[in-house]
Structure formats: C-alpha cells, structure tokens
C-alpha cells in the first residue's frame, strides 16, 4: 500500500483536520511515511492567516516539486485546507507538479480523490466546492482503539467557519460561514476518545462562542455553548475541558458563571484582543470596546483570580497611529496577560482592510512588533516567576518539545511544566514543585520529593 506524510502548518483546527485525513487513509490501508522523504504521497495542510505562512507552504512545495521530481517522479503532491481553499486551480497553475487542491470543506473525500490519482483514472484533481453537513465530517481520531498514549488531551471539532468578517481576516472565505454540530454527536465523540484514554477535550472552532447560534435556543440564560460545556463536563472519566478560539463578544454572564461552576473547565482563557484602541477595534469590525474587554477581564478574575489570561494582538493595522499603538500598549499593561500573540498586520486578499488608506510602513510594523514583544515578554516573565516554590498540579501529556527525555504537562491555567519523569506518568495528574521559571515555560520536580 501508498505511503503518506501530512505536513500541517497554522493553528489546531489544521492539526486536527490533518489528523482526520491520516486516520481516513490509514483506514484505506494506507502507512503513515515517518518522513516526507520516503512518502508515496505528501500532503501539505496550509495556514492562509497572513502572508508568510503561505509563502512557507508553496516554497515548501516548490522544494518538494523538485526533489521528487529527480528522485520520485510518481509521488502525488497535493494542498489542502486554507490556501487550497482560498486560491484553488491557481495553485496548479502555477506549480504544474501539484495533483491535488483539497478545500476545507472537502477533507472527507482525500482518500477517494487520491486512489483516483494514484490509478490513474484522473490526473489533477482541484475541489474547493463547499459541501453541506460538512462539519460534520471530521470525526475519525487516530488513537481510537490502538493501545497507545497519544490522545491524553483531544481536539474535537464542534464547529467551522465565522460570520463575525473582521475586517484584517482572511478565515470567512476560507473556512466559510457558521455551522455547528449537534451537542449529542459532539458528546458521543468525545465519549468514545475518554473511553480510548483522553484525559483532555480541547473544543475547536474558529469562533466557539458562537457555536450553535442558529440551531440551538438559549435555555435558562444558558448560550448553546455554555449548555455544549455543561454536557461535555458530564462526561465520567474526562478530567479537563479546554476550548479555542473564542471571541470576546461570546463571554457572556453564562460563560463567565461556568468557570466557577464546571470544575473540569480549565482556569485558563485565550481571549483574543487585537488592539487597546477603540478607533482600531472599530477599524477592525471587532464589536467590542476596551472599556466592555477590560471588564470581561475583571469579572472572569472575580470567578477565578488565578485564571490564565493569554490574547491575540496585531500591530500596525491600516490607519493605526502612534497614539492607537500606545493604547494597545498601556492595555497590555493593565490586564497584564500571561502571554500574548503578537503580529505584524498583513494584507489578507479580499478583505477590507486590505483595502484601506493608510497601510503602515513595514520598519513602523517591525518596530511596533519587536516593541509589543518586548512588553509581553517582561510581564509574561514576572508572572511566571511567581511561581516558583509553588506547588501546581499539571495533567501528564508526554515528551517534552525541546528535550525529549523530559516529560511535559500543563496546569489548569494552561502553562507548561517540564519535568524529570517516566512514561508511567504519562495521563496522570502530578503535583510538581516549581524550582525554575524560563520564559513561558516552568520547571518542577515531583511534590512529593521537595516535602520540607
Ligand atoms: N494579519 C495579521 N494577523 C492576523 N490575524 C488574523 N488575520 C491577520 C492578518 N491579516 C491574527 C489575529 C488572530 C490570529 C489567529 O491571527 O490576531 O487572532
């Protein structure tokens, strides 16, 4: 049988996606190529968001092109996801190497259109046709029923797409307009991935807040995704709750409230800001103001005082002046954020702002970004010296990303701890005691050795 390597760029949803193609194929009896050096087949799943991490994929393929060409000149090279999607049979125009373009709401039929390709019965195949029930297609797990470690914390997709078109982002023509999946079917996936091991459910969309909006009515002051929560949260052997990403508008009372009730919904909240300025965030399409972000912040601390606050930021949106770019510094200031995203604004194809008077200079973007970094970077440290000799209690997920004979896990508040440890933690929730803070990451030993 075929070999096949996915190579995914961008944020979870892509993993996840990219993960539901593998289990499709391996389902197909396709083997997973430990490289893309030896596959029969390479698939990239693209990242659209801003400029560079498109760029990365097509020099990614270019490369590939060439390389397979001299060596492999049978391998099916394919795009799929939001480049796919949002660039379509261009993408084969200009690299005539490219099989297979594979939209976002097609990742369901990649198994078919590569036997297709693979038998020869069709040469190139481009299919970014938007599907309905698609958002409910993704659904196979890779870990499910084998005996491995590898699913301690989920992904579950419960919706796609966005209609909140802020004016910088590219996801609406990408990932198309909102569709939810009914609360029942997400629960019975995740029932089947706790009974297959997962500790963890990360809840996926691209804007979870607005999950279910059309198809379910709000029950008792309760959002379709506070009532999603509630029913995940019931779930016998699921220890954590996690979601991403959210929008600042979706956290309501109901929300907020839930923090303090669902004991398995994590301390933790990535609540994307993108500007302190209210000029901007009107610019932007944001829908909210500083003054209603800022008490969002003070009510989920009121819940929780520990509570792990990380946000999205974009310097030098078109029109930004200095004056807008100190407000979004003197937000940072005063929320101080345990750890923020910061990027350079980048013209997205069709999208308003792309479009606007007034795009910033490059250097004033570049300095705006290094400036940004720097603020996050010293309140992000001090936070996280805090730390240190505390006891926190962290779910166990693996291998550590830089040192892979160390274990890591995460606490509720969503930061990582490296530690010394043994496969046999693996899944386990440990209580480690912190000796050393780095920047955004923490360093502990086993509690139980440090009792004084
Ligand atoms: N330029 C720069 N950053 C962007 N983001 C989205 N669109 C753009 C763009 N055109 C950032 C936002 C979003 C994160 C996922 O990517 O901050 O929250």
């Known amino acids: 049988m075929p070999s096949a390597y996915i190579k995914t760029y961008g944020c979870q949803m ?12 391996v389902a197909k009896g396709y083997d997973l190529a430990q490289s ?22 097509f020099g990614k393929m270019v490369n590939l092109a060439k390389e397979t060409k001299r060596s492999r000149p049978h391998t099916v090279l394919g795009f799929m996801g939001c480049m796919a999607q949002s660039r379509g049979q261009s993408l084969i125009d200009k690299l005539p190497d490219v099989d297979l373009v594979l939209g976002t709401q097609k990742f369901h039929r990649a198994g078919d259109y590569l036997d297709q390709i693979l038998t020869g019965e069709r040469r190139k195949i481009c299919d970014i046709e938007a599907e309905q029930g698609s958002e409910s297609t993704i659904r196979d797990h890779l870990s499910i029923g084998k005996d491995t470690n590898g699913s301690i914390s989920a992904y579950v997709s419960i919706m ?7 004016t910088f982002c590219i996801v609406p023509f990408t990932r198309g307009h909102e569709r939810s999946r009914p609360i029942e079917e997400i629960v019975a996936e ?21 999950y279910g909006k059309r198809e ?51 301390a933790s909240a990535h609540i994307p800001v993108q500007s302190g300025s209210d000029r901007v965030l009107k610019l932007m399409h944001r829908g909210y103001t500083r003054e209603r972000f800022l008490e969002i912040i003070g009510k989920l601390r009121k819940v929780n005082p520990n509570i792990g606050i990380t946000t999205d930021i974009i310097v030098a949106f078109p029109g930004e002046t200095d004056a807008d770019f100190q407000k979004t510094l003197s937000l940072v200031e005063e929320v101080q954020f345990d750890n923020a995203f910061v990027f350079k604004y980048s013209p997205r194809q069709d999208t308003p702002a792309a479009a606007m008077a007034n795009q910033i200079p490059t250097e004033v973007n570049e300095q705006r970004h290094a400036h940004l970094l720097n603020k996050v970077s010293e309140i992000g440290s001090n936070r996280y010296q805090r730390y240190l000799d505390q006891t926190v209690r962290i779910l166990v997920e693996g291998p550590s990303r830089r040192n892979p004979n160390r274990l890591q896990g995460r606490t509720t508040c969503n930061k990582i701890v490296v530690f010394e440890g043994h496969d046999r933690h693996v899944g386990q929730l440990l209580d480690l005691k912190i000796y050393r803070a780095g920047l955004f990451t923490l360093y502990g030993d086993p509690a139980i050795l440090n009792l004084d």
Do not use: M, W
Not at 14 to 25: I, K, Y
Not at 36 to 57: F, G, M, P, W, Y
């Open 36 to 57: 893309e050096h030896q596959a029969d087949v390479i698939l990239l799943n693209t990242c659209s968001v801003r400029d560079q991490a498109e760029q990365k994929a």
């Open 190 to 210: 995740c029932r089947e991935l706790v009974a297959a091991g997962a500790k963890e459910i990360v809840l996926l969309g691209q804007i979870v807040t607005s």
């Open 14 to 25: 892509n993993e996840r996606d990219s993960e539901a193609v593998a289990a499709q194929l």
């Open 216 to 266: 379910i009515s709000t029950q008792n002051g309760k959002s379709a995704f506070v009532q999603l929560l509630e029913a995940v949260h019931e779930i016998d052997g699921l220890e954590r709750i996690r979601f991403t990403s959210p929008h600042p508008k979706g956290y309501g009372d109901d929300l907020i409230e839930a923090y303090g009730c669902l004991p398995k919904l994590c």
């Open 160 to 166: 796609q797409g966005c209609n909140q078109h802020c």
